[in-house]
């Protein structure tokens, strides 16, 4: 069975700092292209990063809003996937949700407040 | 960035009846390596998204039959046939051909 577990959510300042975690099992992990999606209170979805594979160079995109504040990363060794947010502003509240996006996983979402 | 157009944002439909949602993007959706990486998810009510169909037509594991998605370059269709109480909410297109990926604004399916 398929699982993505996401943790590390919560409530945080404007301008700190939060890591999620995402993991996995269920599936073959290290060669799984590996994204971040978030959906806002208005529950409008937005992508906001990717990580390919190790074959691929572990290369990575993000959407420009989120570019230089946040960072995805992956440990094929945990089958886990990362997602290292700094400078936290009020408009990244939302619900994180890892996935493969093209393929048929999701994580049940980890929910990230941002406010004073 | 491009834009998915997708339409209606709500139906209500009975049923057994049969809907259709459109998407259509910006700018052409085939990519480089030839595929087209437009797909359809559902959200049911208080639930994470899950995937229908891949690659514009392509049924997911374990997706009705009901379920069908066609389309090209700009213009997308998703079709659900003979609708099921289980088929109720928020339906979304996504494209994973152009970074950054995007998605409509999801359609909301209710049953009378």
């Known amino acids: 069975e398929v699982q993505l577990v996401e943790t590390g959510g919560g409530l945080v300042q404007p301008g700190k700092s939060l890591k999620l975690t995402c993991a996995t099992s269920?599936?073959?992990?290290?060669?799984?292209?590996m994204h971040w999606v978030r959906q806002s209170p208005e529950k409008r979805l937005e992508w906001i990063a990717r990580?390919?594979?190790?074959?691929?160079?572990?290369?990575?995109d993000y959407v420009e809003s989120v570019k230089g504040r946040f960072t995805i990363s992956r440990d094929d060794s945990k089958s886990s996937v990362y997602l290292q947010m700094n400078s936290l502003k009020e408009e990244d509240t939302a619900t994180y949700y890892c996935?493969?996006?093209?393929?048929?996983?999701w994580g049940q979402g980890v929910m990230v407040t941002v406010s004073s | 960035d491009v834009v998915m157009t997708q339409t209606p944002p709500s139906l209500s439909v009975a049923i057994g009846q049969s809907v259709s949602i459109s998407c259509k993007s910006s700018?052409?959706?085939?990519?480089?390596?030839?595929?087209?990486?437009l797909n359809w998810l559902l959200q049911n009510p208080g639930q994470s998204p899950k995937r229908l169909i891949y690659?514009?037509?392509n049924l997911g594991s374990g997706v009705p039959d009901r379920f069908s998605g066609t389309g090209s370059e700009k213009d997308f269709t998703l079709k659900i046939s003979r609708v099921e109480a289980e088929d109720l909410g928020v339906y979304h297109c996504?494209?994973?051909?152009?970074?950054?990926?995007?998605f409509g604004s999801g359609t909301k399916l209710e049953i009378k």
């Open positions: 996935t493969g996006l093209g393929a048929p996983y």
């Open positions: 269920g599936f073959t992990f290290s060669t799984a292209w």
């Open positions: 990580i390919k594979d190790k074959s691929n160079n572990y290369a990575t």
């Open positions: 700018q052409s959706l085939v990519h480089s390596d030839g595929k087209t990486y």
């Open positions: 690659q514009v037509s």
């Open positions: 996504v494209q994973a051909t152009h970074v950054p990926f995007t």
